[in-house]
């Protein structure tokens, strides 16, 4: 399971330009079953995702592919967790 921290840059400002693409690429993470989870950082700080049944390269490419990295709207930090324990309703994460 890998969180991962999308936070602003100084390029903060032309975000409006590519969240179109941006939401395109977020849109894709789901659609391919990556993505479990998606919000914000407060206050106003960036967005975070976590992602699941995946692989540390994959995420990776997956970042290089959005186009809030690749215009340096954003710089990502990806943190790698395993699950030990869960409430029962995220149990599907232990596996």
């Known amino acids: 399971m890998f ?7 100084s390029n903060k400002s032309q975000a409006s330009q590519y969240m179109e693409a941006h939401k395109d690429w ?12 998606l919000g914000s950082l407060q206050p106003n700080l960036g ?29 990502a930090e990806i943190i790698e967790m395993t699950p030990a324990k869960s409430d029962p309703r995220l149990e599907f994460l232990l596996g």
């Open 47 to 75: 967005g975070g995702f976590i992602a699941n049944d995946t692989s540390l390269v994959e995420i990776q490419n997956r970042l290089n592919d959005d186009p809030f990295v690749i215009h340096n709207i954003v710089t």
């Open 26 to 37: 977020i849109n894709r993470g789901f659609d391919d079953g990556v993505f479990l989870l």
């Open 3 to 9: 969180i991962v921290l999308l936070k602003f840059s």
